[in-house]
């Protein structure tokens, strides 16, 4: 069975905007948890953003922090992160995550070991 569906990457202009949206199959997505993880050429995979469904509560890199927003519909089972303000250090390739299964720290991004469910990528690159 498909666990999550990405749609939405592309390519801009610096500056530009761009909103991913990633939808769970019911039973990930009440596993309450979901992220955005990105990977660009040459680097580590990080964390972007992170979600607890239940309540909306959010958690961001420093890094994208005022520039992009992390939000749930949870009648749709959906994830969306809009990115606004996009520079070319943005680029890599974006992943959804959901099924988290491992500890909470508040104030910190969910590890990425933790999660069970993946998307297969969407690919972002900003240019300029």
């Known amino acids: 069975q498909v666990q999550l569906l990405e749609s939405g990457g592309g390519s801009v202009q610096t500056g530009g905007s761009l909103r991913l949206s990633c939808t769970a199959s019911?039973?990930?997505?009440?596993?309450?948890?979901m992220a955005w993880f990105r990977q660009a050429p040459g680097k580590e995979r990080e964390g972007v953003a992170d979600i607890y469904t239940f309540t909306g509560s959010t958690s961001y890199a420093d890094s994208v922090k005022g520039r992009f927003t992390i939000s749930r519909d949870n009648a749709k089972n959906t994830v969306y992160l809009q990115m606004n303000s996009l520079k070319p250090d943005d680029t890599a390739m974006y992943y959804c995550a959901a099924d988290y299964r491992g500890p909470l720290r508040p104030g910190a991004l969910l590890a990425a070991e933790n999660f069970e469910a993946w998307g297969q990528g969407t690919q972002v690159t900003v240019s300029s």
């Open positions: 019911a039973y990930t997505y009440r596993r309450n948890y």
